[in-house]
């Protein structure tokens, strides 16, 4: 057999497996079968009738496998819709872009389409970023996150924690983060895990049973095992002396040498991050070598020339490098130079929570909470902002009007995250 009958024969046994896997409905084949008669035309002479037939012969074969095609695309599964989230026991619904805080003292159950679960930890504050067709990018703002995401085909998660970035397929854990401690730290009971950013580089892969502790501020990381757990708390252990997984330079992965082998790894990362722009740093999470990239670029300059997406980057960069000034700097050239797209409410919202959280300044803070309910009334943050708005009115000292705005709040979000804030605003005083 030549190489061409050879190939004729492994394209018929693919076609008989292809009709075998997706047989093609009768009355499709009816279809062909007419299309190929009208084509070949049956009532004219015997001779012309072939000679049509091996012209014909290729459009009907290109008209078998564009049906045969059509049918294919058919069978194959549409993709999944974006998934859904809802949040508390009332399970509202919730989207990207909303800011979820849990109340004081008691969790916060968020509830994804997929069987996903997270429960936010008392006072513990996350940012929805983005919902996907498999998956979410979340941001844990500061607190305790207890995570677990259901293992379906093509999973594709990833939370993140001020500088570092947790991508996820199925799996459970805890993730702590604070902000002003600098201090990170993800418990992985189940599954795996990859753990990027900052001193972690460009991706840690973690095994169930293992915790990772990880700081920017003190230049490295420490991962430990089950048996050793109770070192890591910081309480006295018994199980001996503190297992350390090994790991390749230049990421850190040690005690008692961490500061020399720290230093090492930061030069070796500050080497190559050099030749990156403070656009892949901040996109990698790396936002204390982004505002320092940035600055060098030129601060002011970039303020005034980037995109309003780029903008919000940039405020990322500066609210974890620490320097809430230039973060009220980026915001108010996002709302000066976007003055009308939906950015510039987001970076009112944000200029509110840095009052309230940063300064204290709870009547600029209710003002910027009420610029955002103003120019996006029906917004993602909406909620959120009346909540916040209630919050800092009273703490301004306007109790009236703190309470007006808690039985509002009541009405529209009755099992909202500042509920029960709004609930003892709203009590009469008592003589």
């Not at 290109?62 to 399970?91: E, Y």
Request: a positive charge.
């Amino acid at each position: 057999m030549n190489a061409l009958a050879r190939l004729g024969a492994a394209i018929a046994h693919e076609q008989d497996a292809l009709r075998a896997a997706h047989p093609v409905p009768d009355h499709v084949r009816q279809t062909l079968v007419e299309l190929q008669l009208d084509v070949v035309g049956r009532d004219l002479p015997a001779r012309r009738a072939v000679s049509l037939r091996r012209v014909a012969f290729g459009s009907v074969g290109t008209a078998l496998l564009a049906v045969a095609a059509a049918w294919l695309v058919w069978l194959r599964p549409a993709p999944p819709s974006p998934l859904t989230l809802r949040v508390g026991a009332g399970a509202q619904h919730a989207g990207a872009g909303a800011w979820l805080e849990a109340p004081k003292s008691e969790a916060l159950p968020l509830r994804f389409s997929d069987g996903t679960h997270i429960d936010m930890a008392p006072r513990t504050r996350v940012r929805v970023v983005e919902l996907g067709n498999y998956g979410a990018h979340l941001s844990l703002e500061s607190g305790l996150a207890h995570v677990k995401v259901s293992r379906l085909p093509h999973a594709a998660w990833r939370v993140s924690a001020g500088p570092f970035a947790v991508r996820i397929t199925g799996t459970r854990f805890d993730l702590r983060w604070n902000p002003e401690q600098d201090d990170f730290e993800l418990d992985l009971t189940e599954g795996h895990v990859e753990v990027s950013g900052c001193v972690l580089g460009s991706g840690f892969k973690m095994s169930a049973g293992q915790t990772v502790h990880a700081s920017c501020r003190r230049g490295h990381f420490d991962v430990v095992d089950a048996g050793a757990r109770a070192r890591v708390a910081g309480t006295p252990s018994t199980a001996g002396p503190l297992a350390v997984v090994a790991v390749p330079e230049p990421v850190v992965a040690s005690t008692e040498a961490a500061p020399a082998r720290a230093h090492n790894a930061g030069a070796h990362a500050g080497s190559s991050e050099r030749a990156l722009s403070w656009r892949a740093l901040a996109a990698k999470g790396q936002f204390r070598e982004a505002f320092a990239a940035a600055n060098i670029a030129g601060w002011d300059r970039l303020c005034a020339s980037v995109s309003a997406d780029d903008l919000g980057l940039l405020a990322d960069s500066a609210r974890y490098a620490g320097d809430v000034s230039k973060q009220a700097q980026v915001l108010g050239s996002l709302r000066k130079r976007f003055a009308r797209r939906q950015s510039a409410a987001l970076a009112a919202f944000a200029l509110g929570r840095l009052e309230f959280d940063d300064h204290g300044a709870y009547r600029k803070a209710a003002g910027w909470f009420l610029t955002y309910l103003k120019e996006q009334p029906h917004g993602a943050l909406a909620r959120e902002a009346r909540g916040r708005l209630m919050e800092a009115t009273l703490r301004a000292g306007d109790v009236s009007a703190a309470r007006v705005l808690a039985e509002r709040y009541l009405h529209d979000y009755p099992t909202g995250p500042h509920a029960k804030l709004a609930e003892r605003i709203a009590q009469p005083a008592t003589p």
